[in-house]
Structure formats: structure tokens, C-alpha cells
């Protein structure tokens, strides 16, 4: 079994940077993919991001390119560093885990899920 805690949301203006954290327990991530998900008001939950348990192959929604990145440090710490952030960036942001080496944008690649955190951006 895996728990995930995600860690670093908040509130800030938006031009503003935050860095997620996603640490792991339970069981190495080494052979895992992880993923970054968020989940705006009234909206479905979506991609964000997601990196090979190598780090070597990252994917990022197009809402994000450029802004984002997503990277790993260790078998059990992931992040998402979010630079110029935009009110429509304002969600709820989920970590997850998928039992294979690469991942992508599916939901349903993963099995393991954070509770997650909330980042707001205010105009």
C-alpha cells in the first residue's frame, strides 16, 4: 500500500510561483510513475503533469507548458513547481502514483492518490 501527502499549497497573487511537495510511505516509488491531477469548483479532475520513475520522460498538459515542471528527487518525493500562476490555475491539486514506469494523462493509469491541496490565485 501507498499514502501519498501532498504539502505547499496556499494563496497567492497571481505572477506568483508555489512548489508542491508529494512525499511517499508505505512502499518505494522507484518502479512508479507519478502524476500531478487538480480539480477546479464544479469542474472534473485533470492532468497536470506526470514524470517516469526514471524522471526521464515528463508530460504536461498544454494549459501548463512552460510554466510547470515536474520533478522527482528521490524514490519518495515528488513536485510540481508552478511558476506564473494564473487565477484559472486556482484547484485543488492531487498526487498519484501509477504501478508502471510511464504514465500519462489518464486518470486511470493510477492507483494510489493524495487528499490533496489547495492553491488559489487571486487577480
Known amino acids: 500500500q501507498v499514502q501519498l501527502v501532498e504539502s505547499g499549497g496556499g494563496l497567492v497573487q497571481a505572477g506568483d510561483s508555489l512548489r508542491l511537495s508529494c512525499a511517499a510511505s508505505?512502499?518505494?516509488?522507484?518502479?512508479?510513475?507519478m502524476g500531478w491531477f487538480r480539480q477546479a469548483p464544479g469542474k472534473e479532475r485533470s492532468f497536470v503533469a506526470s514524470?517516469?520513475?526514471?524522471?526521464?520522460?515528463r508530460y504536461y498538459a498544454d494549459s501548463v507548458k512552460g510554466r510547470f515542471t515536474i520533478s522527482r528527487d528521490n524514490a519518495q518525493t515528488v513536485y510540481l513547481q508552478m511558476n506564473s500562476l494564473k487565477p484559472e490555475d486556482t484547484a485543488v491539486y492531487f498526487c498519484?502514483?501509477?504501478?508502471?514506469?510511464?504514465?500519462?494523462?489518464?486518470?486511470?493509469?493510477?492507483?494510489?492518490w493524495g487528499q490533496g491541496t489547495q492553491v488559489t490565485v487571486s487577480s
Open positions: 508505505g512502499r518505494t516509488l522507484g518502479s512508479y510513475a
Open positions: 498519484a502514483a501509477a504501478t508502471k514506469a510511464v504514465a500519462g494523462p489518464s486518470l486511470y493509469e493510477y492507483q494510489y
Open positions: 514524470t517516469a520513475w526514471s524522471g526521464g520522460i
